[in-house]
């Protein structure tokens, strides 16, 4: 979607048009332009998440140990953890 409204503003469509068009906020359209002719690219950034503070292996290593112990909980689980 975002290839063919930039499709449209470069024809010569208005920002305005084309937000109607796709049913979409204005100022939508106007960020995705202006970071178009920066850039020159319309695909999303990645990487803007946040970081992990565990590793797969100490997620798998929480979810064993909250299994092994159905009854504690998400503190007790917390602390064993952070204990180990």
């Known amino acids: ?4 409204i930039i499709r449209k503003i470069e024809e010569g469509r208005k920002i305005t048009d084309v937000a109607r068009e ?5 100022s939508v359209v106007s960020r995705l332009w202006k970071s178009f002719k920066t850039t020159g690219m319309c695909s999303r ?19 064993l ?3 092994r ?3 504690s909980t998400a503190q007790q689980v917390a602390n064993q953890f952070l204990a180990a």
């Open 1 to 4: 979607m975002r290839g063919r």
């Open 22 to 26: 796709f049913d979409i906020a204005h």
């Open 45 to 63: 950034r990645h990487g803007g998440g946040r970081v992990r503070s565990t590793t797969p292996a100490e997620d798998r290593y929480i979810v």
């Open 65 to 67: 140990s909250a299994k």
């Open 69 to 71: 112990n159905r009854r």
